[in-house]
């Protein structure tokens, strides 16, 4: 535990003005960012008697080791650095809202030439329209299906739709018309697109527009004597009907706006958000968060709002944010909106009416989340702290293994050798630090050998990270990503590779590899790590300098703990060696031409439709192709040279020669018979 005074600034050395600071702890990682409209008067809230300090402020200025700020001009690039520095560095006293879920939206992709309506989850793509967020897939499924009937848009993947451009014949949505099969032509791409414009304003509550011009063509098909088309009018209007039925009326004045209700207690909080659009609800998401930090519930929903708001542009923030609370100082965080939007925002706390009614249904939502999460929460923190306190015990540690670290070895009858490296930090992944190796010091299968030098390797940078004060020398060696120093730099606050140390290391294996482990660590004089491994065959724990396993119980948590270690490790080297398996397989002599990318690898493959259509074309030929010039066209016709011919590949499965048209195809075939023997 760090003294404050041992890291506080010097009198005067602060400046007065507006920024942003950083806490970090003894390993150079981040642990806190803070804004301040004062710096100077902020900070020293910080260095004050520790007993006056609330226990999670104390708790946090003991973790640290030193401080450092950023001065900036106003207070709103104070608030876009805080959040910029909160999404870099993911600091573990800040306040983190925590979805529980992957909230799912309605998509239209009107970035394509055929729009297509989808659900869509996770990062938001540019030229796509969204919708949502939903509650549940289903919920929107359930409300395309009906406006189909009325808007036919394309829904099918782009396979499908090629595949039914190539043979000319409608998936069976377009033969029961809730497609208009603009795959074979029956409507142009201006029509269909003018569908899928459609289909969006529905969507965004212009829906009044639509019901009346159906009720009118029903009408005059009906005055017609056209029964059939004015009984199909009828079912569409109810099928509308039926959609806007999904989302009720809930704000009479057609308002566009966001409401955010708090539930909190003095350990965590819950945030629901209702987006409202056209006086319907149109999407209800909601996050959970531990109050690491003395917060206040204005500052809850500025966190929520910087989450909320930090990706979003234009018509995605609305003209009206309703909150139980205002942040502190207001102006700056109602200028951000406004800059987000484009337009100005209204940040205000209802006070009556329908606005107010609403609220409170948002905040009971916000007091049934956080009910709900706690009693998950006190399940799974139970299981979790006991399951690392049965490890403790079983490989004789003083206290539980907050950070844990697991390796495995992986490789195809000792080619592609790779290794693997996963975290579990309070029993839980940190999918952000995974790292994975190549085996380079010796060819062929030897998963002993191979894990003491992934061990040497890792703990050497450790070393190196503590000997140079998280500085990485020039003369570094590259990882799978590539040179190490080009991204890492003294004042990158996130872990830089490898230099935070684990309490134990769980390898995949049994005696040899837990000896070969705990000998690259002693010869690197490393004497503060545990080691222990896991065998598959019986599920045994060994560890070092023990002829006999620990034999843990069946029902045990920590023996179900190491096991999803172990798995996950497992996995993420077996993908990764598959990956590069892959890439060997696909590997031909395009691959050699300097400057030659995917994009016109590609090219080539489509203007000739094979490898070996084209390794048989004239320089003048390839010259044809879009973006490829002579001394590009031949320096190709010179690589074929030098291949030599590949021999044919045969089905494994069937005996077959397959004939070279497709290069993947080959490459796949060829290895679908070797999968089963991986390591």
């Known amino acids: ?7 506080r600034p010097q009198p005067g050395q602060i400046p007065d003005s507006p920024g942003v600071y ?17 710096l100077r008067q902020r900070l020293a809230n910080y260095f004050q008697d520790l007993a006056n300090l609330h226990p999670r402020t104390r708790t946090m200025v003991t973790t640290a080791a030193s401080v450092e700020w950023t001065v900036v001009s106003t207070e709103v690039e104070a608030l876009q650095l805080e959040y910029s520095w909160i999404k870099e560095y993911d600091p573990r006293f800040n306040v983190k809202y925590r979805d529980d879920k992957s909230y799912p939206y309605l998509a239209v992709t009107m970035n394509e030439e055929f729009p297509r309506v989808q659900v869509m989850r996770g990062q938001k793509k540019k030229g796509v329209r969204y919708f949502g967020p939903y509650g549940h897939a289903w919920a929107i499924r359930d409300t395309v299906d009906l406006l189909l009937r009325v808007f036919p848009v394309r829904t099918c993947s782009a396979g499908v739709f090629k595949n039914a451009a190539r043979t000319g014949r409608p998936c069976l949505l377009g033969y029961i018309g809730k497609c208009s099969a603009p795959c074979v032509g029956r409507v142009s791409p201006d029509e269909h697109r003018e569908l899928a414009e459609d289909f969006c304003d529905f969507m965004t509550g212009r829906t009044g527009t639509y019901i009346r011009r159906l009720e009118k063509d029903m009408t005059d098909a009906a005055e017609e004597m056209e029964y059939e088309r004015a009984a199909r009018l009828r079912d569409d209007i109810e099928a509308l009907r039926k959609a806007m039925e999904k989302s009720a009326v809930v704000l009479a004045d057609a308002t566009d706006a966001d409401l955010i209700a708090l539930a909190e207690d003095e350990l965590e909080a819950a945030v629901q958000i ?35 708001y930090g990706e979003e542009r234009g018509d995605a923030v609305p003209k009206e944010v309703l909150v139980p609370a205002l942040p502190e100082p207001l102006e700056p965080v109602q200028e951000w909106l406004t800059t987000r939007r484009g337009s100005n925002v209204s940040l205000r706390i209802p006070q009556r009416g329908d606005k107010k009614a609403l609220m409170e249904t948002v905040h009971r939502n916000a007091q049934q989340a956080l009910a709900l999460h706690k009693t998950k929460r006190a399940s799974d923190l139970t299981t979790r702290s006991r399951a690392l306190e049965e490890i403790a015990a079983a490989v004789e540690l003083d206290s539980a293994p907050l950070r844990i670290e697991c390796y495995d ?10 290794a693997s490296m996963v975290v579990f930090e309070d029993g839980l992944a940190r999918k952000s630090e995974y790292r994975r190796f190549q085996i380079k010091g010796f060819e062929g299968q030897d998963d002993v050998r191979s894990m003491h030098e992934v061990i040497t390797r890792r703990f050497k940078r450790y070393l190196a990270a503590q000997e140079k004060s998280g500085e990485w020398s020039d003369a570094e060696p590259e990882d799978e990503d590539g040179p190490i120093e080009s991204r890492l730099t003294e004042d990158d606050g996130r872990p830089k590779r490898f230099a935070y140390p684990p309490q134990l290391v769980v390898v995949d294996g049994g005696q040899p590899q837990v000896a070969a482990a705990k000998r690259a660590l002693d010869e690197l004089g490393i004497d503060d790590i545990a080691v222990c491994g896991l065998a598959k065959r ?17 029902t045990s948590e920590g023996l179900y703990l190491l096991q999803r270690v172990r798995d996950e490790a497992h996995r993420f080297a077996i993908t990764y060696q598959r990956t590069k398996r892959a890439k060997r397989f696909r590997a031909g002599p395009l691959d050699e031409v300097p400057g030659l990318g995917d994009a016109r690898k590609q090219a080539l493959i489509k203007h000739f439709g094979s490898v070996k259509r084209l390794r048989s074309a004239t320089i003048d030929q390839i010259c044809e192709v879009p973006g490829i010039g002579r001394k590009t066209a031949e320096t190709i016709v010179a690589a074929f040279a030098r291949a030599e011919p590949a021999a044919p590949a045969v089905n494994t499965a069937t005996g077959e020669i397959i004939e070279d048209e497709d290069p993947t195809a080959t490459a796949a075939a060829t290895s679908e018979g070797r999968r089963g023997q991986e390591s």
């Open 1 to 7: 535990m760090a003294d404050p005074s041992s890291y």
């Open 22 to 38: 950083r806490f970090r702890d003894e390993h150079r990682r981040v642990i806190y960012v803070g804004k301040a409209k004062s």
């Open 274 to 308: 209702f987006h409202v659009r056209g006086g319907r609800v149109r999407g209800q998401r909601g996050w959970v968060t531990d109050k690491v930090e003395a917060v206040t519930s204005g500052d809850l929903v500025e966190h929520a709002l910087q989450q909320l």
């Open 409 to 418: 070895i992986s490789h195809l009858q000792g080619d592609d050798v790779v």
């Open 538 to 554: 019986l599920e045994e724990v060994w560890v070092p300098d023990e002829d006999d396993p620990v034999i843990l119980p069946r």
